[in-house]
T-cell receptor, first 110, second 116 residues
């Protein structure tokens, strides 16, 4: 079993839809949780970073962490075609090395 | 946010040659740099972690004699793929972290290596 599980998709939604992306993990030592966006043939870009359980909002993006269930989510409101990309969850414990999910490919249709 | 650059962005080489990829932190001092490889439609796989001035720590299964990593300064790390073969063709991405704070990783734009 992988330490981090993420549905690879692909996921297609119409413009304006709310997108929900999710990851589950098995390692209780993970303390820091990130969401990265990666456009084709580009490096990942950090979108959201959370430490504790709960919600964190930044514009159209909301990151949610439930440590008791070992489940994290990223919500995108009012999705735009420019949001079309691969979204990677990542997490780590006290060490700096990140463990990534497999990524979910999202397409927002105009 | 912090900026990390990579050079070259794309390289094509013949089998048996060596290729050097540079990773630079442009506006911060990177005490730690990471090297990843990514195959099409797959996630990032960590290859090695390098701290400035010390030897890199390689992940299990990564040949340190094949993937030479040098982190000679706080703003530059290099990955050299020695005697490259077609199976080494991949997307190589570096990331860097600074000191203090949340130690978030900032990623470079990646280098696409094609070995003929």
């Amino acid at each position: 079993q992988k330490e981090v599980e993420q549905d690879p998709g692909p996921l297609s939604v119409p413009e304006g839809a709310i997108v929900s992306l999710n990851c589950t993990y098995s390692n209780s030592a993970f303390q820091y949780f990130m969401w990265y966006r990666q456009y084709s043939r580009k490096g990942p870009e950090l979108l959201m970073y959370t430490y504790s359980s709960g919600n964190k909002e930044d514009g159209r993006f909301t990151a949610q962490v439930d440590k008791s269930s070992k489940y994290i989510s990223l919500f995108i409101r009012d999705s735009q075609p420019s949001d079309s990309a691969t979204y990677l969850c990542a997490m780590r414990g006290s060490a700096r090395q990140l463990t990534f999910g497999s990524g979910t490919q999202l397409t927002v249709l105009p | 946010g912090a900026v990390v650059s990579q050079h070259p962005s794309r390289v094509i080489c013949k089998s048996g040659t060596s290729v050097k990829i540079e990773c630079r932190s442009l506006d911060f001092q990177a005490t730690t740099m990471f090297w990843y490889r990514q195959f099409p439609k797959q996630s990032l796989m960590l290859m090695a972690t390098s701290n400035e001035g010390s030897k890199a720590t390689y992940e299990q299964g990564v040949e340190k004699d094949k993937f030479l990593i040098n982190h000679a300064s706080l703003t530059l790390s290099t990955l050299t793929v020695t005697s490259a073969h077609p199976e080494d063709s991949s997307f190589y991405i570096c990331s860097a972290t600074g000191t203090g704070g949340i130690n978030e990783q900032f990623f470079g734009p990646g280098t696409r290596l094609t070995v003929l």
